[in-house]
């Protein structure tokens, strides 16, 4: 039973993550900096109780794995200015799901067996399906509503390319997950300095925003180590699977305490493809 709960601790941490940002609020560029600068603070306590083993190898590839990590987060956050979490989250959680699965796939060369292409591509299929429900928008709709969702989407597959590069290359470069947390963050923060440029005029990288939202970057990063403690204990097949159920949490949350707004039709379907990209997410996980 314990095990269960630590698995489900990245899913409960990811999922209020960015509640805790739209709840405090700013500009993109003080959530961004805010989120960067509490995964860098934990990662500088991890150091106090696990030393990595120091390489050029490690550090170079954990820094650029923090810059991928820094451009997926901050488009992912002007997502949520522009169609709302309960919209953005299950379409960037589908886009990843399908992105890191291609991967695994391709790269990785995962899918060994029979059964692993009739869950995996199954699993891809309802994702896909998951995400066009999300996506939808009633023809009535205004114009303006449209267009937000083509800008959302368009940032959202930008926000996909940065997650999915983040997730993979410590697994390319052969690497400890505890070990790259401390590059990783240095990579964080000076990414979210550098990107928060191309979204504001005038980046606000360190005002009250910025330091309140530090909230959500130690959300993230007591999800990090959950997921690290939880893929130790539980394997990676519950650990992964489990922690993507995070977007439940963050799309109900979206809609009941962020008050975001759906027609009857819309909710309906936002619902089913929610439930379509957690189940897909779950057959995903019997893949590995």
Same mark, same amino acid.
């Given at each position: 039973?314990?095990?269960?709960? !630590?698995?489900?601790?990245?899913?409960?941490?990811?999922?209020?993550?960015?509640?805790?940002?739209?709840?405090?609020?700013?500009?993109?560029?003080?959530?961004? $900096?805010? $989120? =960067?600068?509490?995964? !860098?603070?934990?990662?500088?306590? %991890?150091?106090?109780?696990?030393?990595?083993?120091?390489?050029?190898?490690?550090?170079?590839?954990?820094?650029?794995?923090?810059?991928?990590?820094? #451009?997926?987060?901050?488009?992912?956050?002007?997502?949520?200015?522009?169609?709302?979490?309960? &919209?953005? +989250? /299950?379409?960037?959680?589908? $886009?990843?799901?399908?992105?890191?699965?291609?991967?695994?796939? #391709?790269?990785?060369?995962?899918?060994?067996?029979? +059964?692993?292409?009739?869950?995996?591509? =199954? *699993?891809?299929?309802?994702?896909?399906?998951?995400? #066009?429900?999300? *996506?939808?928008?009633?023809?009535?709709?205004?114009?303006?509503?449209?267009?937000? +969702?083509?800008?959302?989407?368009?940032?959202?597959?930008?926000?996909?390319?940065?997650?999915?590069?983040?997730? %993979?290359?410590?697994?390319?470069?052969?690497?400890?997950?505890?070990?790259?947390?401390?590059?990783?963050?240095?990579? +964080?923060?000076?990414? *979210? $300095?550098?990107?928060?440029?191309?979204?504001?005029?005038? /980046?606000?990288?360190?005002?009250? @925003?910025? #330091?309140?939202?530090?909230?959500?970057?130690? &959300?993230?990063?007591?999800?990090?180590?959950?997921?690290?403690? =939880?893929?130790?204990?539980?394997?990676?097949?519950?650990?992964?699977?489990? =922690?993507?159920?995070? %977007?439940?949490?963050?799309?109900?949350?979206?809609?009941?305490?962020? @008050?975001?707004?759906?027609?009857?039709?819309?909710? @309906?379907?936002?619902?089913?493809?929610?439930?379509?990209? *957690?189940?897909?997410?779950?057959?995903?996980? !019997?893949?590995?």
């Amino acid at each position: 039973m314990g095990n269960i709960l !630590l698995a489900l601790v990245p899913a409960v941490m990811w999922g209020i993550q960015p509640l805790i940002l739209q709840t405090i609020g700013g500009k993109t560029s003080s959530q961004q $900096m805010g $989120m =960067s600068l509490g995964a !860098l603070i934990f990662s500088i306590g %991890v150091l106090f109780f696990h030393q990595p083993v120091w390489s050029w190898h490690l550090i170079l590839a954990s820094f650029v794995c923090g810059l991928a990590w820094a #451009f997926g987060q901050i488009t992912q956050i002007e997502s949520f200015h522009i169609i709302g979490v309960s &919209a953005a +989250m /299950p379409i960037s959680t589908g $886009m990843q799901l399908i992105g890191v699965t291609l991967f695994g796939i #391709f790269y990785f060369h995962e899918w060994t067996s029979t +059964m692993d292409y009739v869950y995996g591509i =199954s *699993a891809l299929i309802v994702i896909i399906l998951g995400v #066009f429900f999300t *996506a939808y928008r009633e023809k009535g709709d205004n114009s303006s509503k449209q267009g937000a +969702m083509q800008r959302g989407l368009f940032v959202l597959v930008l926000s996909t390319i940065g997650q999915v590069t983040y997730n %993979v290359i410590p697994r390319m470069a052969d690497l400890n997950g505890w070990d790259v947390l401390f590059p990783q963050g240095i990579g +964080m923060a000076i990414g *979210a $300095m550098a990107f928060s440029f191309f979204f504001d005029k005038k /980046p606000e990288l360190f005002s009250k @925003k910025s #330091f309140q939202n530090i909230a959500a970057g130690a &959300a993230f990063a007591i999800g990090n180590i959950g997921i690290l403690l =939880s893929n130790k204990v539980n394997g990676v097949a519950v650990g992964f699977t489990l =922690s993507q159920m995070n %977007v439940i949490v963050n799309t109900l949350g979206g809609l009941i305490f962020l @008050k975001e707004s759906r027609t009857s039709k819309e909710l @309906k379907l936002t619902i089913g493809g929610l439930i379509l990209v *957690a189940a897909g997410g779950i057959l995903i996980g !019997l893949t590995k």
